[in-house]
């Protein structure tokens, strides 16, 4: 088995989340955000000689970390269609799914994906580099409404009508097209002392819909029922409140707005049963270590 040619992600939640998936040694697993490949490599130790292994990711950086193992199978693709893709390689059902969402250090330490604001580069921001879309494309082709609604709805920027304006008007002198240009843009418009706050989650907004990171994950919820045999196990690691609301959802009632159906005897047609009622959340020493999983919440749930 390889390791990674550099430092690239170091996995959060690591064994809690393997453990969370109950591995069968012979059992079939997908981890649909393969990355550095820290769950992988942990999922495959604890595999067997007939266990299987596959992973998803539409980042072309993350095939260098891809493992020599012949029970190992990386798809360069979004999760969206994950069905589609166990379906063609013959592994359906599998008997856990594991997602850690969000972006990866490596994604946000290259200064030139233009993830982070802590560097001037490029205002791309794409998962996927052959993607056609770059941060810059939205930023300067939506309308003010469209920039507002999107800064509210995927950063909760509480002045996310002023901001749209202020970009606007940026824009019709000249097209925004670097992150420092952005950030030379907006930091006036922070309070002072929240100046990094405000930024994030900025950024987190223009990445959240340059990837279709809500979209994807809805996709790949309402996929896993088809996906996950019964009794096999659904993993989420999710970053933010709008991940983790839509998650918490779907274990619960089996819908992403939270409304629970039942059949007409007043039974439950939710496909899947939480374990636990809360979120597992990393301890002080793992977001010592790695400030990362500050924000992480892990949550599963049974394929019934």
């Avoid at 002023?162 to 030379?184: C, H, K, Q, S």
């Avoid at 907006?186 to 819909?209: D, K, T």
């Amino acid at each position: 088995m390889t390791t990674p040619l550099a430092p690239y992600h170091e996995p959060v939640l690591l064994q809690q989340s393997v453990d969370a998936l109950a591995i069968k040694p012979g059992g079939t697993y997908v981890d649909v955000t393969f990355g550095g490949g820290g769950h992988s490599r942990a999922i495959l130790a604890r595999l067997g000689p007939g266990g299987v292994l596959v992973a998803f990711d539409r980042d072309s950086d993350a095939k260098r970390n891809a493992p020599a193992d012949p029970r190992f199978t990386l798809v360069a693709s979004d999760f969206r269609w994950i069905a589609n893709h166990l379906r063609f390689l013959g592994k359906l059902p599998v008997d856990g799914l594991l997602a850690d969402l969000g972006v990866s250090s490596h994604q946000f330490d290259t200064a030139g994906r233009g993830f982070s604001f802590r560097f001037d580069a490029p205002l791309d921001m794409r998962m996927n580099q052959l993607a056609r879309r770059t941060a810059a494309d939205l930023l300067n082709g939506s309308d003010e409404q469209g920039l507002a609604d999107m800064l509210r709805k995927y950063g909760e920027v509480a002045q996310a009508g002023r901001v749209a304006r202020t970009i606007v008007a940026a824009r019709n002198v000249r097209p925004v097209r670097t992150t420092g240009e952005l950030v030379e843009l907006l930091r006036p418009l922070a309070r002072r002392g929240e100046e990094h706050g405000f930024l994030a989650q900025v950024f987190q907004a223009l990445r959240i819909a340059v990837n279709e990171e809500l979209s994807a994950l809805e996709q790949l919820l309402l996929a896993s029922p088809s996906v996950i045999r019964p009794g096999g196990r659904l993993v989420v690691i999710s970053y933010h409140s709008l991940e983790d609301r839509l998650v918490k959802n779907w274990m619960k009632t089996g819908s992403l707005d939270g409304r629970e159906e039942k059949d007409v005897y007043g039974n439950s047609l939710r496909p899947f049963s939480p374990v636990g009622n809360k979120a597992v959340q990393a301890s002080a020493e793992e977001v010592l270590n790695n400030p990362r999983a500050r924000s992480a919440r892990m949550r599963t749930a049974v394929r019934q």
